[in-house]
């Protein structure tokens, strides 16, 4: 099937599942997850040809990305599952106005359509983004790297066997098999056939999409995260929290990059840092990358410029000294990607500036960034962290795989 | 200043913007609209030279367009006093989850930053525009076709002079200088300086915008808008609705431009249609463009392709016969900009298949498609009307001049 095809039967399948029930949709997300259990071992041997493929060009932390496992498929499985134990975000009546000529206008959430993912080598982002996408509504285009794209097919088999199961069309979950740029740039310019482009992968994938996508497109992922440590700042807190931001999971998008330290507390705390970071950590000492001012009081690595515009997603950090909380405000709105800052200070004026000021979309006060997370935010699941400011921002759930419509009904009533 | 200049300054301003209480904020539109007043003798003198300019280039409707009075002034400084009595968007918690762990999370609704709106000759655009912009929390980015740059520079003169007299920094509403294209395509590529880009004007103004802006851009206005009658249409009621949505205000959006009809009443009703839009009509009769099944019963032009992709924005309307709702609903998502749609149906299970099924902003039942308005559907005012399904889809008012963030208060919380 070429891209172009599956990009109509994507838009055929739309009204088709508008019309299907809430019920209908969680009973044929658990027989997706059923599915995924039931081809467990057609799954795992599509996998070992993706890993076979992939051994002496990919990376080791790569290649484990890319490995299944029976354990991994079933908690790929719990993932659907849970999936279908939220609440259908589709047909709430955000807003209802009764008008004195009777005219009763509803503002009503409903599906976007058809919503596109376009990702790398996670073969479990193949269901998780299946289900959301079905949960709220929308017929789900999967066009996945060359690295996993067996593993991948082996999984979207999987899910339309249980979304036929059902008594549904399998078309609401489609797997693109070009993985060649080509079909990619087809996905990106399918004006008319997708509502929602939504690239999930590496920095390269995301502003290939941003600059070349004529479909609508949000913008994911990259996250330059800062912590700006006040003057003010309850030190023991500071450490703790600077250590759980850069360490606990260095490769994820809410990891601190950048840490911003006032001047007044820089002597005091510097030094304690480097102890916690770097000497008393026997595994994976963080490498400090020190402006100027920092490099006076502790040793570490001289930071350069690009440091602090990069997401290192390693055990690195750049260290930042500045004279109060309005030249740490100017930094990170200069520096950061939108993503996630904290601030950790015991005086609740700097604090205001701060969460009022910075132009992210998560704003912290003495907590670590790391819970920007749609799971950890409430909203029972995630599809990708939004960096942009329209329609969505931060973490996406449900909700915002969603759109609304006004249904506005009359007697007759005329302007 | 160069345009450069400008978004500089506007972008510098976002932050004095967001230290302004909401007392302020409406006490300077009160003084804006006041300093509108007081210079209307400069504003009129400004606008006659726009439209001294403009005689033999321009036609006697884009004339009256541009042109300005003193009633006119009045109004709009009336429309920015309304304004001022809105609610204040920004600030407001949408959502708010406290954890066990004690972590408060809080949505937040914040302004976008700097709105830019790119729009063609009418000079009341600009005080509307700024209003709505600054009572969001949002600086201002004015960029007026050159036919009335004369009339918008004495007009954010007035404005600034108002801004300035209630203690507010000017900068907060800022108006392109230069005219040419080059001007519009710097703003719609100024990346990091523009939150949000609003083109109002035409299609071509619309369709350069939404294809050459890097910048966040809503696409607005241009409406094909539908009205199906149904097999179980009261005729009485069709044939008002139908005259309503077509001739009371021809040239705007939400007006009709094509009428489908269910083959079964079309014999009844095609005659009756003729005989209110165009035999009994004495002034502006309207011109009927037929499918080939609508010819066969009555008297009009035989209507091309093209007739059913066109925003007349006239008294002309196109005129499709189907087998039944379900065609209707192919035919309309085909072809509708997604702005406005309608059935007249007695029948409740069309009625729903209609509602459901048509992918537009606003869809009805029984009622004229005009009622799509930021007022008449209780947002009090309008930035324009989004046709697209991202952020906003429909009017947009204040709200949707808004994103939002997520505010989150800890104690040194860690994950």
New interface residues.
Partial sequence: MTTKELLIKAKNAK?RL??VSVEQIDNALCAMADALILNTDKILAENAKDIEKSRGTLSEVMIDRLSLSADRIKGMANGVRDVAKLPCPVGKVIKK?V?EDG?V?EKTSVA??VVAIIYESRPNVTSDAAALAIKSGNVCVLRCGKEAHNSAAAIVDALQSGLEKAGLCKDFVLLVEDTTRESANEIMTADGYV??LIPRGGKGLISACV?NA?V?C?QTGTGICHIYVDESA?IE?AL??V???KT?RPSVCNAEEVLVVNKNIAKDFLPKLKERLVDSRCENPVELRLDEFAQKIIDGTPAKDEDFDTEFLDYILAVKVVDNVEKA?EHINAHSTGHSEAIITENSSS?DKF???I??????????T???DGG???LGCEMGIST????A??PMGLEELN?????????????
């Fill in positions: 009204s508008s019309s106005i008008r005219l206008i976007l359509g509502d929602l600059n004529t609508p949000i309850d807190m703790n929290i250590e759980n931001a606990s405000i604090a969460t009022r000021s132009d992210s979309s998560a704003v912290y006060v003495n907590a670590s790391r819970f920007t950890e935010f409430g942009q400011k329209l329609h921002r931060g759109t609304y419509k006004y249904i506005i009904k009359g007697t007759g009533q005329v302007r």
